[in-house]
Every structure is written in C-alpha cells, then in structure tokens.
T-cell receptor, first 113, second 113 residues
Framework: QQQVKQSPQSLIVQKGGISIINCAYENTAFDYFPWYQQFPGKGPALLIAIRPDVSEKKEGRFTISFNKSAKQFSLHIMDSQPGDSATYFC????????????FGTGTQLKVEL | NAGVTQTPKFQVLKTGQSMTLQCAQDMNHEYMSWYRQDPGMGLRLIHY???????DQGEVPNGYNVSRSTTEDFPLRLLSAAPSQTSVYFC????????????FGPGTRLTVL
C-alpha cells in the first residue's frame, strides 16, 4: 500500500521553466512533509519541508504548496537550471508514531538547455 | 563531522552468502534507519532504531537483521543473500527531538548473482 503517491515519474523542463512535482498522501495524521533531492551516486538530502498548518513555504527558487483538504502537496522549482537535474522524493512523517519517513516513488527531473 | 558513513561502497555477492553493511554516524543521533532504493519503488524502510539496544522492523524487513549496540553504529546483516536483494542501500540518522531532518549516507550498491 503506497501511502504517499508521487507524479510524474520523470520530467523534462527547459532551462528557465517551472518544474512541478505532485504528491498525495492518505494518512491524515502525517504532520511533516519534506522533499529530498538526490544526485546520481549520492544519498538523498533534505531540500525543503512544510507542516500542514502552513499552505505554502518558499526557499529561494523552491516552493512547497500544501492543500490539507485535498491531502496533496507539490514542489515548484522556479527558473529551473541544469544543476537542478536530479531525482526528487516527497515524504511524510507521523512524528508521534515512530517517526518513520514514508517516501514517494521519486521523480527524475532533467533540465535541458 | 563526517556525518553518516557507509562501507563498503560496492559489493558483489553470490546467492546464499552473508555479509554486513556497515553504517556509522558521529552526530550523536538517537534515530537511525536503513532503506533500500529500487527503480520506480522509491526508498523503502528496512529496519530502524530509536536508540542503543532498540530496533524495530520497517516496511521490508525479511532477509535482513540489525542490531544497535552503540549510538554511533547500526550494521545491517544479510543472512543469506538472494538476487531480490540487489539494490542500493542507504543508512540514515536523525535527531528527532531537535527536528525532522534526516541525514543520509552515500549508499552501498549491492549486487547478488
């Protein structure tokens, strides 16, 4: 049972464009939603995170939009750059329930010149 | 701070062989975990530990054992390797009392023939 569903599986965006990755979750008890960025041959690294009491969080070119009623959240990468080419994972944590991270299946982003 | 370290980086095993994947962290984190990453499946939790002497199963624990004798180390043992265990393995740690950022190691790429 996939508790966090992520789409698309892969994404190609032109340099300067907007990259959008979507995630949906099932467990309404999740209370922390991070996004991880992974470059080839490396471990994932935290990119940005949001709590469900906030509808949007922005850090530089990266923005998380959160829709609690729809149980969806998304990552927007503005002015996408070739250096943003990586695999992105959304995740969810139930901090009071063992603190286990549940990951989406990942989106492979390629930003072309 | 070395962060989270993993050895070996690459390993090839024959079916039925056993081995231990090593993981260490120097951040004094109580929470440590092991994930496997397979194409299209995201990161799946194998086992986790909330402190020395305490371990629990994750989503895909079969065929793997763990122990946590110290805060720093969290080895993962493959008891009798099978081709289905061919994967990239990531160890991670988190100080869940200080926030939810999870730090990942560089990974071990395991091939079982």
């Amino acid at each position: 049972q996939q508790q966090v569903k992520q789409s698309p599986q892969s994404l190609i965006v032109q340099k300067g464009g907007i990259s959008i990755i979507n995630c949906a979750y099932e467990n309404t008890a999740f209370d922390y939603f991070p996004w991880y960025q992974q470059f080839p041959g490396k471990g994932p690294a935290l990119l940005i995170a949001i709590r469900p009491d906030v509808s949007e969080k922005k850090e530089g070119r990266f923005t998380i939009s959160f829709n609690k009623s729809a149980k969806q959240f998304s990552l927007h990468i503005m002015d996408s750059q070739p250096g943003d080419s990586a695999t992105y994972f959304c995740a969810a944590i139930l901090t009071g329930g063992g603190n286990k991270l549940t990951f989406g299946t990942g989106t492979q982003l390629k930003v072309e010149l | 701070n070395a962060g989270v370290t993993q050895t070996p980086k690459f390993q090839v095993l024959k079916t039925g062989q056993s081995m231990t994947l090593q993981c260490a962290q120097d951040m004094n984190h109580e929470y440590m975990s092991w994930y496997r990453q397979d194409p299209g499946m995201g990161l799946r939790l194998i086992h986790y530990s909330v402190g020395a002497g305490i371990t629990d199963q994750g989503e895909v624990p079969n065929g793997y054992n763990v122990s946590r004798s110290t805060t720093e180390d969290f080895p993962l043992r493959l008891l009798s390797a099978a081709p289905s265990q061919t994967s990239v393995y990531f160890c991670a740690s988190r100080d869940y009392r200080q926030g939810n950022e999870q730090f990942f190691g560089p990974g071990t790429r395991l091939t079982v023939l």
